[in-house]
């Protein structure tokens, strides 16, 4: 008996067959590979953020103020060497005696002989026991960060006794005088030795003369912080406003005032140049 399979000729097998393998499920395909977002960050290590050049230079401390080893002894208790009178830039003629120079009214202020950009200042400075006068006219002097001129041109510290002595508070000792007060009020009485501490950064300007960077001072009196980077306006004026003109490297300046109190007195002064 024939049956209907039997019928089927053998390209109809065939077509069947394939037909039958396309209707079941696809075969299944290889994972894609994973994107480089997908991946696993690597292992951040410490040596990532770690580098040994340049190595800083070594530099031996100094002991209850006194300078450090790469420091430039600007006044060591014995001579001027250093200084020389604003007037003229004949030799310094203040008095010097038991370590200690005093302020000659008579004579003017005094310079250094080098000129300075960037650095780190030590100044002691010490009112005298038994002042006299009020308010600005109390042991006034001043250390002028750059000296940029004769007289009062340039960037003043202000020296002042500031012991229970009322003034304008940005005329005070530690202020950056007719600019910023002092944080704080750290004088000790007349008689004891006081201790600035100042990291000076002097102004840029463009060829043009133009301002490019304002000067910076951070200062500290008697270990207490009164300045904290602050930005001047341009040298200190007595009367007016501040405004910038160009200059280069300057030398420091210390104030012979005019007022009639008895003259103060410095002593152990050094700095640092900083690159």
């Known amino acids: ?25 696809a075969p299944q395909s290889a994972p894609a590979p994973a994107t480089a977002a997908a991946r696993p960050a690597q292992q951040a290590r410490p040596e990532d953020t770690e580098f040994y050049t340049p190595v800083p230079p ?41 370590g200690v120079m005093t302020v000659n009214k008579a004579v003017g202020g005094i310079e250094t002989k080098r000129q300075f950009t960037d650095y780190q200042l030590h100044i002691e400075w010490r009112i005298p026991e038994g002042i006299t006068g009020t308010g600005q006219a109390r042991g006034n002097s001043g250390v002028f960060l750059a000296s940029t001129g004769n007289g009062d041109a340039g960037y003043e510290l202000q020296v002042l006794d500031s012991y229970e002595n009322k003034t304008y508070t940005n005329g005070q000792a530690g202020s950056i005088y007719k600019q910023s007060p002092p944080l704080a009020n750290a004088m000790r009485k007349p008689g004891e030795w006081q201790v600035y501490d100042v990291i000076w950064t002097a102004p840029r300007f463009n060829a043009d003369g133009s301002l490019k960077t304002p000067a910076y001072v951070t200062a500290l009196h008697n270990g207490v912080l009164v300045q904290n980077h602050f ?12 405004h910038y003109t160009p200059h280069g490297p300057a030398p420091i300046k210390l104030q012979s005032h005019g007022d009639p109190s008895p003259p103060i007195s410095f002593r152990n002064i050094w700095i640092r140049t900083l690159n």
């Open 1 to 25: 008996m024939r049956t209907r399979f039997s019928t089927l000729s053998l390209p109809g097998l065939c077509a069947l067959a394939l037909a039958g393998c396309s209707a079941g499920p």
């Open 58 to 98: 070594i530099v031996t401390p100094g002991t209850n103020g006194s300078a450090p080893s790469d420091a430039v002894v600007l006044f060591n208790g014995s001579d001027l060497g250093e200084w020389v009178l604003m007037k003229d830039k004949s030799p310094a003629t203040w008095p010097v005696a038991d």
């Open 231 to 242: 930005a001047l306006r341009g040298p200190t004026q007595y009367i007016g406003q501040p």
